[in-house]
């Protein structure tokens, strides 16, 4: 079964969009996907050309694992690598930036609820520059909103790409809330300005508390952290796995000739045998 790596997945939906999409490449009789590893196994003729370009075209990217036409003996003397990289691909890497990004989020979210709602809830003080500028004001908390969304991109070019590919996920739902937010208050931020400029307060008030700023940034931070979670449950998994892994054995000695009735050592017609000890640990293969 040839392995592949794919990227770009974040729920069920997108590794079962996947695996639709590889299944139907002519040579392919078996597809399996696995979000918790982003991994994939194929098994048929296909050419890794053609699997990687069905799944980009899905919207994903994926690059095989490694060479799937090995002797036997470069199996045997590559256990080890392969043993290791297995490892290194089930490293946790995901949570340690989404903390990062939760942090950074939750900075430029904290001073842009200080702003936007702190004042006119809670009657806390703000710096002279801003007390009856509503345009500063605006301004301001669209600032500290494109600083969130850049920080969290990643949810508008994955919820965007599956969007274009016909292939919509939880990142699509995500961005486009937000975006319409955002969108939205940029209007009333610029109808405003235009009602400023002509003097009509009472429109300049009432644009003021059009302003959904905060909602597009505050959906952004609490996806992530979701997706945080959702990363340290899927940690918490692969440590496991490789804990399981570590208990394999490298190697094992192999013995040729029979050693007595009692042991088990020698080669037959039947089957190789290897010298062993009751409860031990053996490596799988021939």
Known sequence: MKQYTVTGMSCAACSARVEKAVSKVDGVTSCSVSLLTNSMGVEGSATDAQIVEAVEQAGYGASPKGTATE????????????????????????????????????????????FSMGHMMWGWPLPEFFNGNHVAMGLLQLLLTVAVMVINQKFFISGFKGLIHGAPNMDTLVALGSAASFGYSVYALFAMTAAQVNGDMDAV????????????????????????LEAHSK??????LKSLMQTCPKDSNRCKGWRGAGNFCGCSEKGRYFRGQTRGKYPCGR
Do not use: C, W
């Open 205 to 228: 008030m009432s644009y003021m508390h059009e302003f959904y700023f905060e909602s597009a940034a505050m959906i952004l931070a609490l996806i992530t952290v979701g997706k945080m």
């Open 235 to 240: 940690g918490k998994t692969t440590d496991a």
């Open 71 to 114: 002797s036997d003996n470069d199996k045997a003397n590559n256990s080890l690598e392969q043993l290791k990289a297995a490892q290194d691909a089930l490293v946790d890497r995901e949570t340690p930036k989404l903390v990062n990004r939760l942090i950074a989020s939750l900075i430029f979210l904290g001073v842009l609820m200080y």
